[in-house]
Structures are given as structure tokens and as C-alpha cells.
């Protein structure tokens, strides 16, 4: 019979729990810091041949997580994003990621990295259960179980398994941009980049496509370029505002707002009166709401005249921005 069990249990001293604890401190900070990626870009510029500045000195940090780049349409994103995907040259700057020279590296920037981009080409006779063997091998995923496997589970994970023998020329939308993700992961990449890629989704599609990119896991940088504030908003807990190729704000969204507290002030108005309130006021954004014509204005005092004070949304810190 073992007598240990009559025996109370021995608890160590306390100097000894002291020292457990900070090594489990320790610990956490190494696995933390073994975590933390690091995109770092530094002085980014690019002219066409043509002489658009598509961007003007740009530098950013980013950070594990989903970040937001947000900006209208010809603000530069896409030069921004294939720059950093190593499909372009810049004029001047450089970018590193989690110790790579992305410039001088680019292969092995490349297997690190996961990209769907602005326009996203498929084999149309193909299905995606074949497309996505054929690229998890291209990735070198040459193990045929493993590959298998692989693909299967990407497969659930974008909610496309029961269409895997469908052509890609047949899916929607939705369904290709999905795809478009499956294939951006392959490779357990640890930056992922995706390119306006709720653009021209219908709203169902857009909120399916949201959920499965918010389900990527902040163990991975993903950068989202958009000109939709609701997906930021939806889904970054960082950003950066973008207009004419240079960065006009950086911060994560809820102190970007609280800059704004108190400084947005609402007014409905007919159509003929905005014009004399652009001259009076700093006019943020103007818009339909119920047939009506809703303007928002930034004051940092009581405009009067009928205005009323409303929280700031990140629609009114975009357009603030980009005027
Ligand atoms: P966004 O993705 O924000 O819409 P882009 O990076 O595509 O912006 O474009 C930034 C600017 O550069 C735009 O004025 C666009 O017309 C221009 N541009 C983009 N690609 C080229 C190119 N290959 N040659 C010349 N101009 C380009």
C-alpha cells in the first residue's frame, strides 16, 4: 500500500514559489516577444513614368493584429500594398518585416507572406479544390496527405467545401474572395495583406467575408486596405488614413475618436443651404439619411443655428481627413 497517500501534501517554501513565479514571468515575456511581429516601413516614395506621386514619404509601424489602410480611391494603397508584397519597386524608402530586408529579400519576404489582390484573377475551368492543391504544392506543400489535409481544412475554414468541385468561374463574389483568402493562408503565412477586398461584395456577402478575415488571429500582421470605413471599423484595432500618397492620421480608432468628443455637431438642412454652410463652418460630411439632407460639421465650440452635438463616428474622422 502506498502510505504517501496518508501523507498531506507538501507545499514548497516560500522562496521557491517566488522563483517559479518569475520564471514564469520570464517566460511569458520571451513567448510574447517571440510573438511580436514587427512591419516597419521607413520613408516610402514611388512616381509612375507618367509622374503621379502615388507615395509621398510614407512610414509606418505595424504591429501584430488587424490594421486598417483606409483612403479613397487613387490615395495609393495598392501601390503601397504591392510595394510590400515585393511586386513593385519603390523610388526611395525601405520596409522591414520581422527581421527581413523586404527589398533585398524578397523570396523570403514572399514565404511569409499571404496576399489577396485588388484584382484577383481565377482559372476559370478549374475547381477550387484543384487550385488550391496546385498552389499549396507551388507553396511546397508536397506531402500528398498532408496537402490533403491542408486543403480540406482551408476549405471548411472558408466555408467552400461543399462548392470544392464547383469551377472557380462559377462561384460569386463572395465565394472567390473567399477562395482568395484560402489561398492567401496556405503556408501559415505571418503577414497578410488584402486589397480592397470587400469592394463590389453585397452586403451579406461583405459581413461573411468580415467574419472569416476576423477569425485570422492576432498572431499574424494583416493589413487591410479599404475605402470602406465600416470594414476598419468592423475589424481593425489599428489604422492609418491615406489621401494623395501621404499618411494624413495614424492611431487606433477609439483614440482617433476621442479626439473628435464633443467637435462634431449634426444639422438636417435643405439641399440649397449646404453650400453657405461650407462657408461658415468646416464642413465634414453631408449626406442622405431617410430622404433627408444630414450635414455633420467639426467646431470645437456650440456652432448655434440649430446644430446639435452627436458622437464622432469614424466616417466623420475619414472625411475630416481626406477633405
Ligand atoms: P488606390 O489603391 O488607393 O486606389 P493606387 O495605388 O492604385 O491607389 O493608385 C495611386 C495613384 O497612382 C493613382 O493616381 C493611380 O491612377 C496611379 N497609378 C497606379 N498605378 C499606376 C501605373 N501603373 N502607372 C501610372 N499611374 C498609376
Redesign the pocket.
Known sequence: MNTDETISPQYPPINLLYFVTILQQLRFTVTYQNNTLMLQISGLSKT???G?H?LRDVSLTISNGMFGLL??????????MRTIATLQEADAGTITFDGIDVFAQKQELRKTLGYLP?EFGVYPKVSAEEMLHYIARLKGVTNDRERKELVKSLLEQVNLYNHRNKFLGGYSGGMKQRFGIAQALIGNPKLIIV??PTAGLDPAERLRFNNLLSEIGENVVVIL?T?IVEDVQELCNDMAI?AS?TVVRRGNPETLLREFDGRIWRKQVAREEIASIQENHRLVLSKLSGGKMMVHIYSETNPGNGFVSVDATLEDIYFANIA
Open positions: 509612375y513614368p507618367n503621379t502615388a483612403g479613397p480611391n487613387g490615395a495609393g494603397k495598392s501601390t503601397l485588388q486589397d480592397e486596405s475605402h491615406i500618397g
